[in-house]
């Protein structure tokens, strides 16, 4: 053997290893986030960092999350939902308002929007249309069927909705056990099944699913319908945080399951999606854009911009990682 390629053998090791620390860097950069968002609290209000305090600042991160995974479902299959925010003020209506005066009823019309997310895969799909175009027409669809429904704020949650996410168990608070819960039975779905391969497959490399002789139409039809499933989710768990409804009231959730699905390690093309990082995007974003603010005198008008420049601090260290990786 020749010191060249001794040396060449070197270099190739060394490449190497630089190219998966760089993967590992990327794959703690959500967690990274989190931890210098929670530094920063702690800094600010050390009172914060107890039972009370989570309990208190991760209020709204359950609907978060959960709108999140929502977007994370239609992202993996390349595609993107700009309704999900009206479709939970829309479900949130629904929870005030039928599913508390005639369960039944509200059942059925909760079951039924599931089936139109469905249905607006399939049309996507066999009509190849932009999925941006599609769910930016359903966002104004789905709000005026919210303002029918409640015309002005008003409703109440369901007792047994308010009883759930009022829950308090011991040591640790529940956001938290429920955020944790979410991310792993999702990641266990869409990342250690066979079936998750295949949703993830239609978004990564449809030709070559194709080819396998599965069904794209099919894969995309599960793909929306878990994004209702999880938009629903998130609408009932909005109202049973904040007790009444109102047509509005998820309305800034589009850019924030967004923001969350991408600062939790997501791409708009590819398949590449993490729900444990998304469920860590929306921690995140939910503990940076109230709580972190209030604690630094800064007025809640700004809350917009800061997770724009969360956004932006993140995807530009990815960048760089990446051009490491390469």
Not at 13 to 38: D, E, F, H, I, K
Not at 60 to 86: H, K, W, Y
Not at 121 to 147: C, D, E, K, Y
Request: positive net charge; glycine residues 12%.
């Amino acid at each position: 053997m020749t010191a060249a390629s001794i040396d060449n053998g070197f270099k190739g090791a060394a490449a190497r290893n630089a190219a998966a620390r760089a993967r590992l860097l990327r794959g703690l950069l959500p967690a990274l986030s989190l931890a210098l968002v929670l530094l920063a609290i702690a800094w600010l209000n050390p009172r914060a960092i107890s039972y009370f305090g989570f309990s208190l600042m991760l209020n709204l991160a359950i609907p978060i999350a959960l709108a999140t995974i929502a977007q994370m479902f239609v992202i993996s299959g390349n595609e993107l939902d700009l309704s999900i925010g009206t479709f939970v003020g829309f479900v949130g209506c629904v929870t005030a308002t039928w599913l508390k005066d005639a369960p039944l009823i509200g059942v059925a019309i909760l079951l039924g929007s599931i089936g139109v997310y469905a249905l607006l895969g399939a049309l996507i799909h066999l009509r190849n249309l932009p999925s941006i175009v599609v769910t930016l027409g359903m966002s104004f669809v789905w709000q005026g069927l919210a303002i029918l429904v409640l015309p002005k704020p008003g409703g109440k949650a369901p007792d047994w909705l308010l009883a759930i996410m009022s829950f308090k168990p011991p040591f640790i608070p529940f956001p938290i056990i429920a955020a944790l819960l979410i991310g792993l039975i999702v990641h266990f779905g869409l990342m250690r099944t066979s079936y998750g391969v295949i949703l993830r497959g239609s978004g990564g490399n449809p030709a070559a699913l194709r080819r396998a002789g599965w069904s794209l139409l099919k894969t995309k039809v599960v793909l929306f319908a878990l994004a209702g499933l999880f938009g629903v989710l998130s609408g009932m768990a909005l109202i049973g945080i904040t007790t009444s409804a109102d047509a509005n009231i998820g309305n800034g959730y589009t850019l924030l399951a967004i923001a969350g699905v991408i600062l939790g390690g997501g791409e708009f093309v590819g398949g590449r999606v993490s729900p444990i990082g998304a469920v860590i995007g929306a921690l995140t974003l939910a503990l940076a854009a109230s709580p972190l603010l209030t604690f630094m005198h800064i007025p809640p008008d700004w809350q917009v911009a800061a997770n724009g420049a969360i956004l932006i601090i993140v995807l530009a260290a990815r960048v760089l990682i990446s051009r490491r990786e390469r």
